[in-house]
């Protein structure tokens, strides 16, 4: 990361670093690749404080609500700058991560959001989406109130990772895999290792799905897994890297994504249309590109505007 790089960012690189370090321990490499990103900017130093001291607040008020025990503290060797004790002290209140309650992480409008989390885990948040996560000594649950998240789980056989998402459960040890939240239940894509979904009361009925299949998970109906080819996983989580993939998409279902990432509204005058084929990658942010190339493809009219997109009269 460099100068540029927002308060935010370099906090949670800060408390990545932390979890890293107490999961690792003294490897020379480890302290020595610290050291080269604390140099880098001075503010990064007080983030790593803060993230020490938040740390050290979770591992403390775990233990004392799981185990009825106090909780190691962090050794000497992770203390890397002098006079830790005081900045500590004055860090602790400022930190997003507390146990009781979590920490929400939102994305806008056509905003992609990559989130690494301080069990090593990461999470990417698409448009619109709404996370809270809660990380605790026996589970690590994610609640994903609105919107689709990829997760790449780092492996904890002890601390099942659990996304909820309205009644949909998803449940995961080390793996990777997205969820994407609709009205009345949430699509599953296994991108990586196996997870088990299941609508919440029904647990007894989770289904198992691996790399390659993917799953809508409903409140109120039977679950339905299918495999998927590993090109159509891309496609599907093309996203992540702020593109939309259409290979075969209606211009109606077409024109929905785009919806998704702009504000300026795309809409399609002629019913007929709808039902028109469309392949190609484009830009979640190039609705503009998108509609020209449905008017050389197809050669209906498009009128471009400020506010918004029509296609077709």
Known sequence: MGERDSANEIDEAAFRWVALLDREGDDP???SDLQDWLNQDPRREGA???????WLK??????ASEQDAPAPALSRRRMLVGGAGAALAAAVGAGAWVLS???NFDTEIGEIRHVPLPDGSVADLNTQSSLRVTMAKS???VRLAEGEAWFHVESDPSRPFVVESGLVRVRAVGTAFSVRRFDHGAEVLVSEGVVEAWVSGSEAAAVRLAAGEKAMVQERAPILSETAAPAEIDRKLAWRVGKIDLAGETLSEAVAEFNRYNQREMVVKQQALLSKRFYGV???DDPEG??????SSINVP???TRDSIVIGR
Do not use: M, P
């Open 282 to 284: 484009f830009r979640t």
């Open 139 to 141: 589970i690590r649950r």
């Open 290 to 295: 998108f509609a020209k190339s449905v008017h």
């Open 58 to 63: 979770l591992d403390r008020a775990a233990n």
């Open 101 to 103: 309650g979590g920490r």
């Open 48 to 54: 790593y404080l803060r993230a020490q001291a938040l």
């Open 302 to 304: 498009v009128e471009i």
């Open 29 to 31: 490499k480890l302290l």
